[in-house]
């Protein structure tokens, strides 16, 4: 079946640096790659959607210039949080959409990406 | 209101029980759903989608009904195994998933 991978799946860093998230479609081409953020015990939030070739869509809420998203290829979205704080300490998860895609169709997911913030 | 309202549970069973879960949605428009499960400090990975006329996949079974915008999941012998947490997804007519908060099931020996 489809699979997502996500890099790193574990990070620590110090408050004020940035860390970038890389998230791959390995078997398809990802039209849309969407990224979650699921704090302990509640749901995943979804944060934004990737488009290949254009601007990603962010949620009422989320920070366009904290929260960087490049889709530059059908198989890769990288996520970039810049000047980490320790509120963005989280797990977050991407997941795709194949081409064609229909909306009936579940997502794939990443394997997570567990960021602490120190 | 939430998008997606779960019981969080803990529903705490024995081996062999069976267990239903339940959950509501409030955007009528929604178009597909979906029973995710999520162990601890994993990713989400699917379980089964829902369909209207209800569907089983093994001791798994779940129903939908469009008219009071409630799903279902039923589970029979659970397993040890079976401990997660379960999450109630929706597709509210884009492709993005919008997630219930799951309900947390515990299978005891």
């Known amino acids: 079946g489809a699979v997502v991978s996500q890099h790193p799946s574990r990070v620590i860093c110090k408050s004020g640096t940035s860390v970038k998230i890389e998230c791959r479609s390995l078997?398809?081409?990802?039209?849309?790659m969407f990224w979650y953020r699921q704090f302990p015990k509640q749901s995943l939030m979804l944060m934004a959607t990737?488009?290949?070739?254009?601007?990603?869509?962010?949620e009422q809420g989320v920070e366009k210039d904290k929260f960087l998203i490049n889709h530059a290829s059908l198989t890769l979205s990288t996520l970039t949080v810049t000047s980490a704080h320790p509120e963005d300490s989280s797990f977050y998860i991407c997941?795709?959409?194949?081409?064609?895609?229909?909306?009936?169709?579940?997502?794939?997911f990443g394997n997570g990406t567990r960021l602490t913030v120190t | 209101r939430k998008e997606v309202e779960q019981d969080p549970g803990p529903f705490n069973v024995p081996e062999g029980a069976t267990v239903a879960f339940n959950c509501t949605y409030s955007n009528s428009a929604s178009q597909s759903f979906f029973w995710y499960r999520q162990d601890c400090r994993k990713e989400p990975k699917l379980l089964m989608s829902?369909?209207?006329s209800g569907n089983e996949d093994g001791r798994f079974t779940a129903q939908l009904n469009r008219a009071s915008q409630y799903i279902s999941l039923l589970i029979r012998d659970s397993k040890l195994s079976d401990s997660a947490t379960y999450l109630c997804v929706v597709n509210p007519g884009r492709r993005a998933l919008t997630f219930g908060s799951g309900t947390r099931l515990q299978v005891q020996p």
């Open positions: 829902v369909y209207s």
């Open positions: 997941s795709a959409s194949g081409t064609g895609g229909r909306l009936d169709s579940p997502l794939h």
């Open positions: 990737s488009n290949e070739g254009s601007k990603a869509t962010y």
């Open positions: 078997d398809f081409q990802a039209t849309t």
